[in-house]
């Protein structure tokens, strides 16, 4: 079974711009989450999504949203980049919403802001 | 503010050796507990869960629950250079769905 997918792996953006990023779960894995990963901060959580819905939210600005698809894949956005942004974006998938156990982590996206 | 305590390391065990690395969380509902290891340059990958108190073994690896005094380990046995890692702790809040994370004790085996 293929594993959790992100696209891109390596972004650079400039101090103002926003960023998409993509996520393909393991197949029949219905929720997504997101984790900024920084050497200071570590992992942290951003928010998760189950059936299309967001179901829970970590402590980040608003600039930071999401979405996901009928097909479980999900994109996140962070619109007007600041330095602080730069980051190792993972996203990981469950086979359940509330109640998931076990999640097994994409390989991350860079993100480098300029 | 939940939290997720780790020492930081670096850890340094010689080959063949036992590993023991220790976590502490804050929320004391919390149901689900798990561990990661993450190499340099890559992201983490399960390596065990655990939901009840007492001992769970997998290979050369067995993580050790205690509620009462919220406090996770994972023990390494005849730990191996490929072991050499940040190790992270990970604690399922027990009102949502998040993950919280420890920032990860960094294991160095040498050889």
């Known amino acids: 079974k293929a594993g959790v997918t992100q696209t891109p792996r390596y972004l650079i953006k400039t101090r103002g711009q926003q960023v998409t990023l993509s996520c393909s779960p393991i197949s029949g894995h219905r929720s997504v989450s997101w984790y900024q990963q920084t050497p200071g901060q570590g992992l942290q959580f951003l928010f998760e999504y189950f059936s299309e819905t967001q179901r829970n939210k970590g402590n980040f600005p608003g600039r930071f949203s999401g979405r996901q698809f009928s097909n479980s894949r999900s994109e996140m956005n962070v619109s007007t980049l600041e330095l602080g942004d730069s980051a190792l974006y993972l996203c990981a998938s469950s086979t359940t919403g509330q109640g998931s156990y076990e999640q097994y982590f994409g390989p991350g996206t860079r993100l480098t802001v300029t | 503010q939940k939290e997720v305590e780790q020492n930081s390391g670096p850890l340094s065990v010689p080959e063949g050796a036992i590993a023991s690395l220790n976590c502490t969380y804050s929320?004391?509902?919390?149901?689900?507990f798990f561990w990661y290891r993450q190499y340099s340059g890559k992201s983490p990958e399960l390596i065990m869960s655990?939901?009840?108190?007492g001992d769970k073994e997998d290979g050369r690896f067995t993580a050790q629950l205690n509620k009462a005094s919220q406090y996770v380990s994972l023990l390494i046995r005849d730990s191996q250079p490929s072991d050499s890692a940040t190790y992270l702790c990970a604690v399922k809040d027990a009102a949502g769905t998040a993950l919280i994370f420890g920032k990860g004790t960094t294991l160095s085996v040498s050889s």
């Open positions: 655990i939901y009840s108190n």
């Open positions: 929320d004391r509902g919390s149901q689900s």
